[in-house]
């Protein structure tokens, strides 16, 4: 994304700003779609770089999403033996009900890799570093060069 590593401390603030905004949670894409808007004409590495964390920061939104509707689901499940005999359960609830509380840590990890991983972004950036999401950042970066060769967006 970036041939030329004489970049402007601008350019290199608002690089690693759109990587950043993934700890303000539904700010995030649109700091990064606002940044891509602002630098599309004026500098290719500011506007990958913006562009490659909205679309991280939206997968992001949709996989939390996703993680803990399943912990909610699965949560739900465990207050099947209380709801079907309560009388068994007056002083404690059963084992599993323990068990789904526990596991409320798994998209708490989930979504705290990914902020992190964002963070790690936006040093990476501030650095002039050609950092890439795993995935993600070659799939912009292609799409990019598509719309530089058909003029679009």
Request: glycine share 8%; hydrophobic share 55%; net charge negative.
């Amino acid at each position: 994304m970036n041939d030329d590593k004489d970049l402007t401390r601008d350019e290199r603030m608002l690089s690693a700003l759109a990587h950043a905004a993934v700890i303000t949670g539904a700010v995030g894409p649109v700091a990064g779609i606002v940044i891509y808007l602002m630098q599309k004409e004026k500098s290719a590495y500011t506007a990958g770089q913006a562009l490659q964390a909205a679309v991280f920061q939206l997968l992001g939104m949709l996989v939390t999403v996703v993680v803990w509707s399943c912990w909610g689901f699965f949560y739900a499940l465990t207050f099947i033996p209380l709801i079907t005999n309560p009388e068994q359960y007056q002083a404690a609830p059963p084992p599993i009900f323990w068990v789904g509380i526990g596991s409320m840590i798994l998209p708490l990890i989930v979504m705290v890799v990914w902020v992190l991983y964002g963070l790690f972004g936006a040093l990476r950036a501030w650095q002039v570093a050609d950092f890439k999401y795993l995935i993600i950042g070659n799939l912009v970066e292609r799409k990019m060069i598509e719309w530089a060769i058909y003029g679009e967006l």
